[in-house]
């Protein structure tokens, strides 16, 4: 790792116009490990461009420097960048990269930093330590090893992606290493009230009645021991959503974060919540706290991905209500 953390940040001092990219619809830790590697950059006064193949959620919006996140794909082509840093993301088309590399007429250097098992290693240099709880304790690792001064920023930054990967030191990601460090982020000023303000007590009363939706449709497969649930496209876009005070796009991100809530059953081996965006794709989130159970394998065979604990994938079709319960088609 530290041969590699070093190579990286060779490259980054030696690069003209650097891409910093997180992926599609990116969680607390994509975007924070992007906002972190820019408050560095503008220290070292190096050309670079964050972007995201997706909007940023309003609920990130906190995080020092998201604004300046770009999510227009001409970014891509109307720029040469000889150094692409991909953060958070297991494969290309994650990140949203996959077709513009491959119709690229030069060959920037591509540099890979994740934690997930499932990473396929695409980067000149790989950055990947699947034992992190979080891309921002890689992150934080990399700035440790070039002896890079983090400020009360970039504290701010790698403190969200390991609060918001361990759900607030919650779940299975959380390790003694996580804990010891977001310790130390906190003594470097990393600023947990507002984190925890705008990631954990954000709620509102709309978005509540959202939840109360899906969880009436709790359903337990005794045969499996799986409990599932479902969010459809009505549950966010139609009369349901007419509460939230941001509208349509106010619900859809407030419903983030059921999946982990549900992992705090006292049953069922594996919690799956199907979410229906009513774009004729469903997509799947797998959590489980099993010790026997490792959900990126499952996600994988799917076309998807995540770690042992957490995983997705999407699949194409629809979900309808029937006389025998809700069903894909």
Known sequence: MIDVAKKIH?????????????????DGDALSSGCALMHYLRQIDKNHTA???????????????????????????????????VLDSGDLLYAGLDEFLKNLDYSPIVVNIDHHATNEFFGHHNLVISTAAATTEVLYNFFKINKINIDKHIATCLLTGIITDTGCFSNPATTAQSLKIAAELLRLGGNLNLIQGWTLKNRSVGGLKIWGQVLSRLYKNETYDIVSTILTADDTQGPKSAGLPTGQAGAAEEVEGIANFLNNLGEGRIVLLLKDGGDGIIKASLRTTDPQINLSGLAKMFGGGGHAKAAGFSVNGKLVETEKGWQEI
């Open 51 to 85: 972007y995201c193949a997706t909007p940023i959620s309003k609920s990130l919006n906190f995080l020092p420097l998201a604004e300046y996140y770009i999510t227009d794909p001409l970014i891509l082509t109307d720029n040469r960048f000889d150094l692409i840093i």
């Open 10 to 26: 060779q490259e980054m001092l030696g690069a003209e116009n650097i891409l910093l990219v997180s992926h599609k619809n990116p």
